[in-house]
């Protein structure tokens, strides 16, 4: 059996206050900081006594890696054997030297690019550093109009090797983007379609609640972030006699999180090499593992 797992726990502070992110923005006190480390490191041990192969998502409300807990868990993580992958969305806003630590086997980072509170300049440093040091990485942006130019800008300075990846604005206006720019953002990404128009999800077949669970802080399992029924919970293991094949209850699904688990549409097979980081084709840096059996 193989369960791929997306972990939010409590932690919702950001160093970056991104006008059109929907993360909240709040400040984390020491006491939620100090519980939040403890969620997470019960989580790693539950982790570490499974015999089933497991891989990992980190999908925090705010910038996990400035926090040491969540650094030294993915460090921990990625030594597992049973381990495919481990994974956390992140603005890489920090120092790669703690990545020497990692397996690089099994550790890969869904890095976003946030125009205005980092220069590319500065981003593509860090990147540089992830390649020096052979991680495995994907770039996204948010395509807000203001920022077109900057996409490309980036895609060009990127290496060809590294995907990159498109989320339209949240809060775009009917006709928010031309048919031009719309083809223009396509061929960064072949599937930006699938973020920009979602197709109706109200009974597609779906991995999540079969092979892939959605667990917060208290270790409470369900689908994914999106559905909010309960299938029980990880650390006493009821959660496992609700896993089967579902379709999705909800009429849209429109964050990748969720709809690259559908099994209707193309993730699995076009992403081979890594569907939690969004990693097309076959890894330049390690061989391809699938994160869905």
């Known amino acids: 059996m193989h369960l791929s797992i997306l972990y939010r726990g409590r932690l919702s502070s950001c160093n970056y ?14 006491a939620a900081l100090r519980r939040d480390a403890e969620d997470l490191a ?8 499974q015999t089933m192969e497991l ?3 980190f999908t925090p409300w705010g910038e996990g890696l400035v926090r040491r807990h969540y650094r030294e868990a993915m460090v921990q993580l990625s030594h597992m054997p049973h381990v495919r992958r481990v994974v956390i969305q992140t603005n890489l806003c920090i120092g790669t030297r703690w990545l020497d630590e990692v397996n690089l086997d099994s550790f890969a980072l869904w890095c976003t690019y946030h125009p205005g509170q980092v220069t590319r300049a500065a981003f593509l440093a860090r990147c540089n550093e992830l390649a020096r040091r052979g991680v495995r990485y994907t770039v996204g942006m948010v395509a807000m109009r203001e920022h077109l130019d900057e996409i490309q800008l980036l895609r060009g300075e990127l290496p060809d090797k590294v995907p990159m990846w498109i989320n339209a604005y949240d809060e775009r206006p009917a006709g928010y983007y031309s048919d ?6 396509q061929r960064v990404d072949p599937h930006f379609l699938f973020n ?22 208290d270790g409470n399992v369900k689908r994914c972030h999106f559905v909010a ?24 699904c429109d964050c990748y999180i969720g709809y690259a688990h559908r099994k209707d549409l193309p993730f699995q097979r076009d992403y ?3 569907v939690l980081e969004r990693f097309r084709g076959q890894s330049p840096y390690s061989p391809a593992i699938a994160t869905t059996p």
């Open 17 to 30: 206050d991104c006008p059109y992110c929907p993360f909240a923005k709040t400040y984390d006190t020491r």
């Open 42 to 49: 019960r989580f790693v041990d539950w982790a570490e006594r």
């Open 55 to 57: 891989s990992v998502l």
């Open 180 to 185: 031009a720019e719309i083809q223009q953002l």
């Open 196 to 217: 920009l128009e979602p197709s109706a999800s109200l009974g597609a077949p779906c991995f999540t609640g079969e092979n892939v669970v959605s667990v917060d802080g």
């Open 229 to 252: 029924e309960p299938l029980g919970n990880l650390y006493d293991g009821s959660f496992a006699a609700q896993l089967r094949p579902r379709g999705c209850p909800n009429q849209r």
């Open 272 to 274: 081979p090499a890594g």
